[in-house]
């Protein structure tokens, strides 16, 4: 059977470089050699990001990069679930969404009063399929959600949703998850992954610094210790890799940094593709 592990569609994640316009990001993705981007289009006070809005000349201009560069958006982002969250904070995201024929909204969870959370989040997953989206939970050890097997009883506990569930190299070691933990998801909830690397391995000690490191300070794909040709190894073979590592490089030099980021992730699926799978 021919093996499709080097087919997976490879992304760059908007934080890789947030300070960069969607128009420009795109671009440069494109130089990166990546087949498609995540936008974060979702901004607030508190949230970096850029809102595209209908009619706008910034989606206009970003519709057009992506076809001048033959791109597609993997994802729109983010939903963050807080005790406050309500559909008027969710569908400016749904609606850009929709406009850039995302294929997944990338969603958070910020309340630890649980039955709210499962069934706001059962709502956003019903409403996102009518914008042509499908939910994705990520869970982060500084969420409520905090790691994979949390992740997928909120799935199922929000009305048995059809929603996805993301998993990113860095997280789910900060998370000190386990393989059994990852290998026991049914391969239809596992649509795409978020790919870094660090220095180190370990469980999270402290959820501050485990921010600051999620948002500022990531390595690029195999320039660190996190086993990410095992993590691909483990996920469907047509589940899309994104490329999430913002850096100070992602500031400074943003154009050379996707491009360090493109040839880096290559290198890790060509990887994949010649080393043998472990035993799930």
């Not at 059977?1 to 316009?21: E, P, T, W, Y």
């Not at 128009?23 to 440069?28: Q, T």
């Not at 791109?71 to 850039?100: F, N, Q, T, Y």
């Amino acid at each position: 059977m021919k093996d499709n592990r080097a087919q997976r569609i490879m992304s760059l994640s908007h934080l890789s470089s947030i300070g960069v316009s969607p128009p420009r990001f795109i671009d440069n993705a494109a130089h990166g050699g990546f087949d498609a981007v995540g936008l974060r289009v979702a901004q607030t006070p508190q949230d970096r990001g850029f809102q595209l809005p209908a009619g706008s000349a910034l989606l206009r201009d970003t519709k057009i990069a992506l076809s001048d560069n033959g791109m597609r958006v993997l994802d729109v982002e983010v939903v963050k679930l807080h005790p406050g969250s309500s559909r008027s904070d969710w569908l400016p995201v749904l609606e850009a969404g929709a406009e850039l024929d995302a294929s997944y909204l990338l969603v958070t969870v910020l309340d630890d009063d649980y039955p709210r959370a499962t069934d706001n989040f059962a709502d956003l997953a019903e409403l996102s399929r009518e914008y042509g989206l499908r939910t994705c939970l990520e869970p982060m050890v500084f969420s409520s959600v905090r790691d994979m097997t949390a992740a997928a009883e909120f799935v199922m506990d929000a009305r048995n949703s059809d929603a996805g569930l993301l998993v990113d190299a860095l997280h789910f070691s900060r998370a000190g998850s386990q393989w059994s933990e990852l290998d026991v998801i049914a391969p239809e909830l596992l649509p795409y992954c978020q790919l870094c690397d660090a220095p180190t391995a370990e469980p999270a000690a402290d959820h501050n610094a485990a921010i600051t490191e999620a948002r500022t300070d990531r390595l690029a794909p195999g320039s660190g210790v996190l086993p990410l040709v095992e993590l691909l190894q483990r996920l469907p073979a047509t589940a899309a890799v994104s490329v999430e590592a913002p850096s100070a490089r992602s500031v400074t030099d943003p154009r050379g940094w996707t491009a360090d980021l493109g040839r880096a992730a290559r290198q890790v699926l060509e990887q994949v593709v010649r080393t043998p799978s472990p035993a799930s």
